[in-house]
């Protein structure tokens, strides 16, 4: 009797976390969230004068993403800010709103595009 107990397969258990019935919009403002989190950690800035990148809480924004949420969707947070960027919203260190610059990468490309990665690891 105890054995039909421990072995007696449940029917629906699997079915609530399945991947496929996560919370959609849940996600979305999650990883929204957190890329404008890394735009206003952007903004908090301060240069000093032997580098032209300005030392930021950006850093802090990406890990915390990377704590917080999935793999896949901070990495998706990281490329959203990223992109925003990109195409001319004002969230880059202290307004900037290019990530190139008379056809170069500016002088904090290098560590914008490595945000991403940084935050899915």
């Known amino acids: ?16 976390l399945s991947s496929d019935r996560l ?3 849940e996600r979305a403002i999650s990883i929204t969230f957190f890329a404008g989190l890394t735009a206003l ?15 930021t809480f ?3 924004a990406v890990l915390a993403t990377g ?14 800010y990223v ?14 709103d290019m990530l190139f610059d008379s056809g170069k990468l500016i002088a904090s490309g290098g560590y914008l595009i490595s945000f991403p990665i940084a935050s899915a690891l």
């Open 41 to 55: 950690c952007a903004q908090i800035a301060f240069a000093v004068p032997w580098t032209p990148v300005p030392y």
């Open 1 to 16: 009797m105890f054995s039909e107990v421990v072995w007696k397969k449940p029917t629906l258990w699997h079915q609530g």
């Open 83 to 96: 992109l925003a960027g990109a195409i001319g919203a004002p969230v880059f260190a202290e307004g900037g």
């Open 67 to 80: 704590v917080y949420l999935r793999r896949n969707d901070a990495f998706v947070s990281g490329c959203v």
């Open 58 to 60: 950006q850093t802090f």
């Open 23 to 25: 919370n959609y919009l």
